[in-house]
């Protein structure tokens, strides 16, 4: 099956610093997504970015389909930043997930 | 605050027990996934359902099963417990099976198998 792998694992941060989190996956998908897993188990949906650039406020995703990789960007990071970052990818209409990254971000 | 609702947050059960766990339906949502997330991992897929059918599965023995019910809620059943399913079961729900735009997850539950 589709290999979806997410760099760093661990990330630690002061507030306001700047992070790039990084999706590489080993096939084609038909699209890609990133989620927010909160201290209570709940994932949250940051993005649907099967290619191209979005922005959602201090978040940013980029995703370069004929590369096979995705970028996400956090900025000026807050404590409520902290978590699990998971990306996804679609091929047959089911979520394969990365081992996620866990972003710390202490005052 | 989400639209899927799982039932029960947290529980314990011994090794060869049974278990059911139970998930809401976002409105107007009428396909229904589940996920088992082993502590430190990412989520994996178990099945899918729509239209109260199977219709995808993931590599998971057949001791797990499912439902999908005419409201869309959905419920997960366990068979003869083992130590390795001792995870967070995660279910989602999407508009249908071709809009894979829209998840929203539920909070989980957390099974614990001693």
């Known amino acids: 099956g589709i290999q979806v792998e997410q760099s760093p694992p661990d990330l630690i941060l002061q507030e306001g610093a700047n992070s790039t989190l990084r999706c590489n996956f080993s096939d084609s998908v038909n699209n890609l997504q990133w989620f927010h897993q909160n201290p209570w188990g709940q994932l949250i949906n940051l993005f649907y970015i099967p290619s191209g650039t979005k922005q959602n406020g201090r978040l940013s995703a980029t995703t370069v389909a004929t590369e096979r990789y995705s970028l996400l960007y956090i900025s000026s990071s807050q404590t409520t930043d902290s978590g699990v970052y998971f990306c996804?990818?679609?091929?047959?209409?089911?979520?394969?997930f990365g081992k996620g990254t866990m972003l710390l971000v202490s005052p | 605050e989400t639209g899927v609702t799982q039932s029960p947050t947290h529980l314990i059960k011994t090794r060869g027990q049974q278990v059911t766990l139970r998930c809401s339906s976002q409105s107007g949502h009428n396909t229904v996934s589940w996920y088992q997330q082993a502590l430190g991992q990412g989520p994996q897929f178990i099945f899918q359902y729509y239209r109260e059918e199977e219709n995808g599965r993931g590599n998971f023995p057949p001791r797990f099963s499912g439902l999908q019910f005419p409201n869309y809620s959905s419920e997960l059943n366990v068979n003869a417990l083992e130590l390795d399913d001792s995870a967070l079961y995660l279910c989602a729900t999407i508009p249908s099976p071709h809009r894979q735009d829209g998840y929203t997850f539920g909070s989980g539950t957390r099974l614990t198998v001693v």
């Open positions: 996804a990818v679609d091929r047959y209409s089911t979520l394969t």
